[in-house]
């Protein structure tokens, strides 16, 4: 990875960590010390943090960008999640066997956190809060894994594809326009879907006032409406 840049990370960062399940709201002085070790490191598109099988020598808190969350097995590719800050990545491989049970792969830009695994799990030993605070983050994530599973079970492609778009906006009401993070393939694999089907599903979403535009830009008249349609229990 000669194109990565990495720094040790400062007091800058610590400001960075403030929204992560992890480390939100703990005293600098207990930053600095679990954190000595640990690296900022800006990735360009396509760097592996890790891969399936790999021993879980560090974890990983994405502070910006993107990183796809991948699982292959007999040539076939099955996209996870893609995590964006403040999400933590492989932490979990520390607690089972020691080796991550997937990939992780950068998409167009990302910087991370990068922490090493021992001097952290030493820290572990002697401070119990800190343990509840991994144990926190992992039920986090489970979390956001139960509602994926969810999502895919009871809603309509045309519904996952609704919620992803208003999440993409912080505006509540009113019309939006937002764009695609990244691209559209991969959108649609992280929704459970093919691009297809995305395709298919954006131009259902047009009698609910959504327009694609060029550019992966999408219009959303009405906000309130979008959201209404997300729970509805409609045959689309």
Do not use: W
Not at 77 to 93: C, D, N, Q, Y
Not at 101 to 114: D, E, F, I, M, T
Not at 122 to 137: E, K, P, T, V, Y
Request: hydrophobic fraction near 50%; include cysteine.
């Amino acid at each position: 990875m000669t194109s990565t840049r990495i720094a040790p990370f400062g007091r800058d960062g610590l400001l960075e960590l403030a929204l992560t399940p992890l480390f939100g709201g703990m005293a600098e002085q207990d930053l600095h010390s679990l954190l000595a070790t640990a690296q900022t490191e800006a990735h360009p598109d396509g760097d592996i943090l890790f891969a399936r099988g790999d021993a879980a020598s560090r974890f990983f808190v994405v502070l910006d960008g993107h990183v796809e969350l991948f699982v292959e097995e007999g040539g076939r590719k099955s996209v996870l999640e893609v995590a964006k800050r403040p999400s933590v990545l492989g932490e979990a491989a520390l607690f089972i066997d020691g080796k991550h049970p997937n990939s992780a792969r950068v998409v167009g830009y990302a910087k991370v956190l990068s922490v090493p695994a021992a001097p952290f799990l030493a820290g572990l030993d002697d401070r119990f809060d800190l343990a509840l605070r991994m144990l926190r983050s992992l039920s986090v994530r489970l979390r956001g894994l139960v509602g994926q599973i969810s999502e895919l079970k009871l809603k309509s492609t045309a519904q996952r594809v609704a919620g992803f778009l208003l999440g993409l906006t912080t505006k509540t009401e009113g019309p939006a326009v937002v764009r695609f993070p990244y691209d559209k393939r991969l959108a649609a694999e992280a929704l459970g879907m093919t691009a297809e089907s995305l395709s298919r599903a954006l131009v259902r979403l047009a009698a609910v006032g959504v327009e694609s535009r060029a550019d992966n830009v999408v219009a959303i008249a009405d906000i309130e409406a979008l959201r209404a349609f997300c729970i509805e229990e409609v045959g689309l």
